[in-house]
């Protein structure tokens, strides 16, 4: 079960390495290349994208890390 995890994390983390390389190297410097105005708000809406994935992977690491932060004893 443990190795299942330990693949599953690692190839979430190379998933999200590769995109994001993609994404900076390749993709938003070609949108911004051009100066068009839909092409410089699709590279705004890609960063966004990729920002809100970064936020919620790293509430996911954190959740998974303390499952029982944030949650009361008290009735």
């Not at 390749?26 to 051009?34: E, K, S, T």
């Not at 809100?52 to 890390?65: M, R």
């Amino acid at each position: 079960m443990f190795a299942i995890k330990l693949t599953l994390i690692l190839l979430g983390a190379l998933l999200y390495l590769v995109g994001s390389g993609c994404w900076f190297f390749w993709i938003a410097p070609r949108l911004l290349v051009g100066g068009e105005t839909t092409d410089i708000l699709y590279a705004f809406v890609g960063t966004c994208g990729w920002l809100l994935i970064t936020f919620g992977f790293i509430i996911h690491i954190i959740k998974t890390a303390r499952p029982t932060t944030g949650a009361r004893s008290d009735p």
